[in-house]
């Protein structure tokens, strides 16, 4: 039985990895965190709706339900609570599973850093689709290079999503920048702009209820290779975050990515 809680309980994400959870044997939920002025009960069933939850400490403070699970599972959506949320459970030795997304580079060596406490894993996605679509991004791109091929990463979200571009097109292009040996990346282009040598574009589109559709092109003269996922249901990324926790739970310290947990 893997013992988690989830930080970022009443958000999207947090709601549906907690009724997944209710429906996995071998997951119990022993807490959820969240900002406080979104608090309205203690309880967490309460506060949900959800009687299988009845009796489940809701807080703002992690240290409250730290010591009784075994694994964070962290879809704040604000990326300083998530840094902040992860070092509580690693000074704990409690592992991590963190979703969030729009880290900046020092708040990722921040992540890293409690990994040499306790297991870390970060991914931008929980997907297995998305996760494979980043190995075959690879190895298009390692095929395609220097062929004369223009690479374009184009992501849509929902109106709601707060970072500009996603965390999978983020890693999406660091993964192109990796195997194509080049760090010029556009965001956007308005007026007189003729495509640069060598450049990755990163397109972001929001509105409606999008879940989650990225799109990576590879454009040549008289072909080009389309390689796409589409999210139609958030519980995609729960169903993974919660497979996640359960591969984690008796890991060394270290930082992890979900490559791990799918043996990609």
Do not use: Q
């Amino acid at each position: 039985m893997t013992k988690i809680v989830v930080c970022g309980a009443l958000g999207r994400m947090g709601r549906r990895i907690l009724d997944l959870a209710l429906k996995d044997p071998e997951v119990e939920v022993v807490g959820g965190v969240e900002h406080p002025d979104r608090i309205s009960s203690r309880d967490l069933g309460d506060a949900l709706g959800i009687k299988g939850l009845k009796g489940v400490p809701l807080t703002a403070s992690l240290e409250e339900v730290v010591g009784s699970c075994d694994v964070i599972v962290e879809f704040s959506g604000n990326t300083r609570a998530a840094v902040s949320h992860t070092r509580i459970a690693s000074l704990e030795r409690k592992a991590s599973v963190v979703g969030t997304t729009g880290f900046t580079d020092t708040e990722l060596r921040d992540l890293e850093e409690c990994s040499k406490r306790a297991p870390v894993l970060v991914s931008p996605n929980m997907s297995l689709g998305v996760n494979l679509l980043f190995r075959l991004v690879e190895t298009a791109a390692k095929v395609l290079k220097d062929k004369g091929f223009d690479v374009e990463v184009v992501e849509v979200h929902h109106r709601f999503k707060k970072d500009a571009p996603s965390g999978t097109a983020v890693r999406i292009a660091r993964i192109l920048r990796e195997v194509l040996g080049t760090e010029k990346v556009v965001h956007g282009r308005e007026g007189l702009c003729p495509r640069g040598e060598g450049e990755i574009g990163v397109m972001a589109v929001r509105g409606g209820d999008v879940v989650g559709d990225h799109t990576v092109y590879f454009l040549g003269f008289g072909e080009r290779l389309e390689l796409t996922h589409r999210a139609t249901s958030r519980d995609t990324f729960a169903k993974g975050a919660l497979e996640a926790a359960k591969w984690i739970k008796e890991r060394e310290p270290g930082l992890y990515s979900m490559f791990d947990v799918l043996d990609l």
